[in-house]
């Protein structure tokens, strides 16, 4: 199992602003992802956070709107650039900490952003 | 395409039994998953089924079939507690999760 730690837990931001989420692990893993997640919807998935690479983005987000770092194994930033109400939503990491295929998901507690 | 279908909703009574359905259409298939999800807080994983039959951990237990691309959840024996949303995942042939939209289910007394 993973235990995953996530700052902010919410913030309210302005429009044309840009919000920093930081995701910390208790331990080393491989695989991380940034998930976006509407009011009552379900998932989707902006980028799979690669150490030492850069982040492989999903179809509809772009690295300029949603930049990511990924410096070691137990950690992670997403950043949400020049912000528009469109973006306000829970914001989600999460690893795969196990081996072979049944790749189980730990979630962090995510971050509810909400744009102004 | 891909896709993921569940009822959005279903409501059940405490003690009773629920069956909550999932439907996949994926390229390739590499398990299907589900998720607990109450109201403001992280997904938690429930299950997961690569193989064709039933799986039971307690009360919840999760059937795969997929030749039908067909799921179901049950849970016994309802708690309050459960109320919850309860996502269904599949991965598709390049590792990636296909997610539902989600089955809000709501126990009552």
């Known amino acids: 199992s993973a235990v995953i730690s996530q700052k902010p837990s919410r913030d309210i931001c302005q429009r044309g602003t840009s919000l920093t989420i930081q995701c910390q692990v208790d331990?080393?893993?491989?695989?991380m992802f940034w998930y976006r997640q509407q009011p009552g919807q379900s998932l989707t998935l902006i980028a799979t956070a690669n150490q030492g690479s850069e982040a492989t983005y999903e179809s509809g987000f772009v690295i300029d709107k949603f930049p990511i770092s990924r410096p070691n194994l137990t950690f992670s930033t997403l950043t949400v650039s020049n912000m528009s109400p469109e973006d306000s939503s829970i914001y989600l990491c999460?690893?795969?900490?196990?081996?072979?295929?049944?790749?189980?998901?730990?979630f962090g507690p995510g971050t509810r952003l909400t744009v102004t | 395409g891909q896709n993921i279908d569940q009822p959005t909703e279903m409501t059940a009574t405490e003690g009773a039994i629920v069956q909550i359905n999932c439907t996949y259409q994926?390229?390739?298939?590499?398990?299907l998953f589900w998720y607990q999800q109450h109201a403001g807080e992280a997904p938690t994983f429930l299950s997961y089924?690569?193989l064709d039959g039933l799986e039971e951990k307690g009360r919840f237990s999760s059937f795969l079939s997929r030749s039908k691309g067909y799921s179901y959840l049950l849970l016994k024996e309802l708690q309050m507690k459960d109320s919850a949303s309860y996502l269904c995942?599949?991965?598709?042939?390049?590792?990636?999760?296909?997610w539902g939209a989600g089955t809000k289910l709501i126990i009552k007394p």
């Open positions: 331990s080393q893993v491989t695989m």
């Open positions: 089924n690569v």
């Open positions: 995942a599949a991965m598709d042939s390049n590792y990636q999760l296909i």
């Open positions: 999460s690893v795969a900490p196990g081996q072979g295929f049944s790749y189980e998901q730990y």
């Open positions: 994926t390229s390739g298939f590499n398990g």
